[in-house]
């Protein structure tokens, strides 16, 4: 098994090194179509497919241009585009998540997109997405999905034991986590140790990991403590599953939830077509979907994740200009409704929500709450410091170190990875 996987791997990684080359080296023939190559991220059974069309009817509609479509694993992508722009060898064409757009473009390894067909249609864009595909005032990244995260709930559930409403507090989910206990037995609501989902405690305290304007890291600071504290305190009492810090916890709580065996989680969008398949969601209209419980400070916030397409800046002029003309067709709005339709996933631009996309329950819930979404800091190690918050929250959950100890271990290695920041 662990032969058959390495020599996968291998296959793998000889066929990026093979299609990862923008530029001359794409293959084109004199007076030939351009080939362009497209290292998309998405995952490669439940979204893949629609993109691979949409290639397809790109490709029939500009006959000029090619496109070598390469799907590449979420998990590895960052690190071997990193690589392969290092070398002068990437693809002209990424699916970057919204954490690595900064990073790349300080490295000057993506195109500065302002003015340039790519961006014929910014002010379609929700106006946070086209600020998180930014660094330093120029524009890298055109939105292509985005998501957030929102409290999802099981509506038979919630109506069994007598609620009418998703709770708008912490301490509301609490209470009713012990009530849908003692009605129907049914744990109420499962957190998650990860640094990600716990984001949104931090955002309902006015906190996060850091102020980059004041360049200080305040994952230890007094509002920092108190939203990590709310956030310990869910894995503890009725109707509240304790905490799972297993490596296959994300699994165990997905399944718990879409077979009706807990009441509530926090998710995101992505997992809109897996809800669907679970027992307890075969009639989507009892997916219940509501912005992530508010703080002490009366205000809800949650994560802006999301993906953009990027171009890379080492490409020749000709692959620049084809990557670009592609990007417009792929982000347009006939093309995200496309791809909302077939992947349940949320589009970027307001025009591309038309009745038949919000007739999908998951996409209009989750539309709905993207108002709470926080646009992530244009600092491009902003999305590495959740590394070391996902070392210290399982230890601080399961009850191996206490809160002050973890968030100090955090704020230490922080120090490290954003060097010129104080405390």
Request: proline share 5%; with cysteine.
């Amino acid at each position: 098994m662990r032969r058959g996987i390495a020599a996968s791997a291998l296959v793998a990684s000889l066929a990026l090194a093979a299609t990862a080359c923008g530029g001359s080296d794409s293959g084109d023939s004199a007076g030939g179509p351009v080939t362009i190559t497209w290292w998309d991220t998405s995952n490669a059974t439940n979204e893949a497919p629609t993109y691979q069309a949409l290639v397809k009817e790109f490709e029939a509609a500009n006959k000029d241009i090619k496109v070598k479509y390469v799907n590449v694993p979420f998990d590895q992508a960052q690190n071997k585009f990193d690589t392969a722009a290092g070398s002068k060898g990437a693809p002209d064409v990424l699916r970057s998540e919204v954490g690595w757009t900064p990073a790349f473009a300080k490295k000057g390894f993506f195109l500065p997109l302002d003015g340039t067909e790519a961006l014929a249609d910014q002010a379609k864009f929700k106006p946070n997405l086209i600020q998180q595909a930014q660094y330093e005032g120029k524009t890298y990244g055109v939105p292509i999905v985005t998501d957030t995260l929102a409290l999802v709930y099981n509506k038979q559930l919630f109506a069994k034991a007598g609620l009418t409403a998703a709770p708008k507090t912490w301490d509301e989910l609490k209470t009713a986590a012990a009530t849908v206990k003692d009605k129907t037995g049914v744990d109420g609501y499962w957190g998650s140790t990860q640094a990600y989902y716990a984001q949104s405690f931090l955002h309902g305290e006015g906190a996060d990991t850091v102020d980059v304007e004041a360049k200080k890291i305040t994952v230890n600071s007094p509002a920092a403590k108190k939203a990590y504290g709310t956030w310990l305190g869910l894995f503890d009492g009725k109707g509240l599953h304790k905490a799972d810090t297993t490596a296959d916890a994300y699994a165990h709580i997905q399944d718990a939830f879409v077979n009706g065996k807990v009441a509530a989680i926090v998710q995101g969008p992505w997992e809109i077509t897996n809800f669907y398949k679970g027992s307890a969601f075969k009639d989507k209209a009892n997916l219940g979907i509501a912005t992530v419980p508010a703080g002490s400070t009366g205000k809800a916030g949650a994560p802006t994740g999301g993906h953009n397409l990027s171009v890379y800046a080492g490409s020749d002029a000709a692959h620049q200009k084809a990557a670009l003309k592609f990007l417009n067709f792929m982000t347009s709005a006939k093309s995200q409704a496309t791809v909302a339709q077939k992947n349940s996933t949320l589009p970027t631009r307001d025009d591309a929500y038309t009745d038949q996309v919000k007739a999908d329950p998951g996409i209009a819930g989750y539309g709905a709450v993207l108002s709470a979404a926080r646009p992530r800091p244009a600092l491009p190690e902003y999305s590495s410091l959740w590394g070391p918050l996902d070392s210290e929250l399982p230890k601080i959950a399961g009850g191996k170190e206490s809160l002050d100890e973890g968030l100090g271990n955090a704020e230490t290695a922080i120090a490290k990875l954003v060097p010129d920041f104080g405390k």
